[in-house]
């Protein structure tokens, strides 16, 4: 079964910083890793899809990148509307932990 | 447009059952697989089920096996999930969500949720 670590848990920034998040499989996914965005109360929104495409609609600051088995999303300069909870899932086996554990990304 | 809404959420019993629904529309329902993803209060995204385009095949997180079954109405573009010897840890929100032509279990849509409480 396929295990993903996401990490940080939470993390605090301020308008304009730019941050990552990492998510590392347990196994070999290939680029099957895909990022969400999701609000309090909200559905999740589809940001990144296979590691490093950028899904319609979704602003260019954010990018995802993949080294082996572990996967990092990037999103330069932040605004106001990006402060939300991430969540990486691998789409490779239903076997395992499909999500992350989520980073909720908050104001410094 | 794509439109997925949940109904069906409520109040159940341990032990007890019942019957969540997804009305889709806004585009070709019976050409893709669909998914029920859950999130209890507070906590993170689980994926529950999934159900190819035709309903010939279905797929259940170890969690939910030979409790749940999903099911797909293709005549009513309805998705749905029975729910049996519900737990207290099946309480969540309840989201359905489709895949994104050409990806399987990567979901560009999702419902807006239908809330599930297992309590006595």
């Known amino acids: 079964d396929i295990q993903m670590t996401q990490s940080p848990s939470s993390l605090s920034a301020s308008v304009g910083d730019r941050v990552t998040i990492t998510c590392r499989a347990s196994?070999?996914?290939?680029?099957?890793l895909n990022w969400y965005q999701q609000k309090p109360g909200k559905a999740p929104k589809l940001l990144i899809y296979?590691?490093?495409s950028l899904q319609s609609g979704v602003p260019s600051r954010f990018s995802g990148s993949r080294s082996g088995t572990d996967f990092t999303l990037t999103i330069n300069s932040l605004q106001p509307e990006d402060f939300a909870t991430y969540y990486c899932?691998?789409?490779?086996?239903?076997?395992?932990?499909?999500f992350g554990q989520g980073t909720k990304l908050e104001i410094k | 447009e794509v439109q997925l809404l949940e109904f069906g959420g409520d109040l159940a019993q341990p032990g007890g059952s019942l019957r969540l629904s997804c009305a889709a529309s806004g585009f070709s329902f019976s050409s893709y697989a669909m998914n029920w993803v859950r999130q209890a209060p507070g906590k993170g995204l689980e994926w529950v089920s999934a159900i190819s385009s035709s309903g010939g095949d279905t797929y259940y997180a170890d969690s939910v096996k030979g409790r749940f079954t999903i099911s797909r109405d293709q005549s009513k573009n309805t998705l749905d999930l029975q729910m049996n010897s519900l737990r207290a840890e099946d309480t969540a929100v309840y989201f359905c969500a489709k895949p994104k032509s050409g990806y399987s279990y990567v979901f560009d849509s999702w419902g807006q949720g239908t809330l599930v409480t297992v309590s006595s």
């Open positions: 899932q691998q789409s490779y086996s239903l076997r395992g932990d499909t």
């Open positions: 196994q070999s996914i290939s680029t099957y």
């Open positions: 296979a590691a490093s």
